[in-house]
């Protein structure tokens, strides 16, 4: 059994079964399956987001696999994305419980509580309208910059996202944004995986589905170039010299990404 608790919970618990506990939390619902539970919850005026991961059974596993899906077994990679993303100094979450018990992965019982991260407000939302409402330029270039840099950085680290897409990217609204200062945090790595290196597959695929989830927003080609340049950090010269392939690829990939969401909308 893996068991890291943090305040207020490791008071909150003292002396109880965490398993039990975080199973009776109460809060609002985002997700309920059988085999995960998300939901938001208080504790001393503070919210928190919890995700309990049940066993999933040895038939989910194995279709999953057949199909050449790689299943989310547990809370451990979220758990093990996060203290990777941190040690490098990528803003993310903040993890204050986690539990595992049962080593058989079909049967797992795990959890993962993180502080909420408030007041923010996800790129999407803030980019929504920037095709007929376009921001100040060099706040503009000032995300798209820090887009590169916290994915590069992600990446550079092993981590692979999976859900790569601007979604997951929250501006925090505590202040006013300005293209000099705000702050950005990467979020919902509950499929996440973590290596001591990304292999390109799953490098291209995470940057595949982001420049998908911003193909709507009124990007310019020098803003796909800034965006380059931020990510492998090098001149940009050398990155159209030496990613030609990853280039097509990426906008074929895309392309066929976005045909599939406008043919089944938001089922993508």
């Known amino acids: 059994m893996k068991l ?7 008071s ?9 506990e975080v199973e009776a939390l109460q809060g609002e ?27 999933i059974g040895w038939g989910e596993i194995v279709k999953n696999l057949v199909t050449a899906k790689l299943p989310v077994l547990g809370a451990g990679q979220e758990w093990q994305a ?3 993303l941190q040690a490098v100094g990528v803003p993310t979450m903040t993890a204050v ?4 018990r049962n080593s058989n992965p079909a049967d797992q019982h795990s959890f993962i509580i993180t502080q909420e991260l408030a007041p923010t407000v996800s ?31 992600m990446h550079r680290a092993g981590v692979n996202h999976r859900d790569c897409y601007i979604c997951h990217f929250l501006l925090h609204t505590d202040k006013p ?35 998908f989830s911003a193909l709507d927003i009124g990007l310019t080609r020098r803003d796909k170039l800034r965006f380059l340049r931020g990510y492998f950090q ?25 045909a599939r969401k406008v043919r089944y909308g938001d089922a993508l």
């Open 4 to 10: 890291i608790l943090a305040e207020p919970f490791k």
């Open 12 to 20: 909150l618990w003292a002396g109880r079964d965490p398993f039990v």
């Open 29 to 55: 619902v985002y997700r309920e399956l059988e085999a995960r539970r998300t939901l938001r919850t208080e504790v001393d005026g503070r919210g928190y987001f919890v995700k309990i991961h049940r066993g």
């Open 82 to 84: 996060i203290q990777r």
């Open 97 to 100: 419980a986690y539990g595992e």
């Open 123 to 153: 790129l999407e939302d803030f980019s929504i309208n920037w095709r007929s409402e376009p921001p100040q330029p060099a706040l503009k270039r000032a995300l798209i910059a820090e887009v590169a840099r916290m994915t590069g950085m």
């Open 177 to 211: 944004v300005t293209a000099q200062d705000f702050k950005l945090s990467v979020i919902d790595l509950h499929r996440a995986q973590t290596r001591p290196a990304i292999t390109r597959r799953w490098r291209n695929k995470d940057l595949a589905a982001l420049y």
């Open 234 to 258: 090098q001149p940009l010269r050398q990155v159209l010299k030496e990613e030609t392939r990853l280039l097509a690829w990426l906008e074929g990939k895309a392309e066929k990404l976005y």
